[in-house]
């Protein structure tokens, strides 16, 4: 079956300017995760989503990130007034949250470049 | 917070030997879970193995096995018989029961030789 996916696979973007990042999890996955991989930072964790709600959004950085989740499916991320530091891949994760045990599966990431 | 540690930032092993990436964590929780994930150069992260805190036995997925020591907050991993497909970043992570999110380490760089 289909796995995660995400869109753009690569965006490259000016300093100032406002992006969307897009991920599609697997179908009937009530739990999303979105995760930051960058040099130096490593992995980090940004917002958790179990349905359409955000009960732990403790990672984003600042308020220029947001996320929504619209029909318990799709996720995008959005980042406004991106500066240099934003650049980095972005990884959404989802998991059927069922049982003792919900393994995360991972998309391919969005690299993200701010020039 | 939990925090995990991976103190090897690079690793190399010849093919078909065998190579142990180490991890520590900390926390002060009771029950968890640990994980290994791979990340090829696709960028594609993979679960490679995982432990219930609450198990006392090393969880074991054909060549890849964990020494799991609670009491020292250790999880390490060992891959058997090496293969060059093996080359990839290997990320330790933590979870609590809720798993509502992992915790990563900075992630080991292994590289399998012919």
């Known amino acids: 079956g289909a796995g995660v996916s995400q869109s753009p696979s690569n965006k490259v973007t000016e300093k100032g300017k406002d992006v969307e990042l897009r991920c599609d999890p697997i179908?009937?996955?009530?739990?999303l995760y979105w995760y930051r991989q960058s040099l130096g930072q490593g992995l980090e964790f940004l917002i958790y989503f179990q349905g359409n709600s955000a009960p732990d959004k403790s990672g984003l950085p600042s308020d220029r990130f947001s996320a929504e989740r619209t029909g318990g499916s799709v996720s995008t991320l959005t980042i406004q007034r991106t500066q240099q530091e934003d650049s980095a891949v972005y990884l959404c994760?989802?998991?059927?949250?069922?049982?003792?045990?919900?393994?995360?599966?991972f998309g391919p990431g969005t690299r993200l470049t701010v020039l | 917070a939990q925090t995990v540690t991976q103190s090897q930032p690079e690793m190399s092993v010849q093919e078909a030997e065998t190579v142990t990436l180490s991890c520590t964590y900390d926390t002060s929780e009771n029950n968890y879970y640990l994980f290994w994930y791979k990340q090829p150069p696709s960028r594609q992260m993979i679960l490679v193995i995982r432990q219930e805190a609450y198990k006392q036995q090393n969880a074991t997925e054909n060549r890849f096995s964990v020494n799991f020591q609670k009491a020292a907050k250790s999880f390490s991993l060992k891959i058997s018989d090496s293969q060059l497909g093996d080359t990839a970043m290997y990320f330790c992570a933590f979870a609590k029961v809720t798993l509502n999110k992992l915790v990563f380490g900075a992630g080991t760089i292994l590289r399998v030789k012919s």
């Open positions: 179908s009937g996955h009530t739990a």
């Open positions: 994760a989802s998991s059927s949250g069922l049982g003792t045990y919900g393994e995360q599966f």
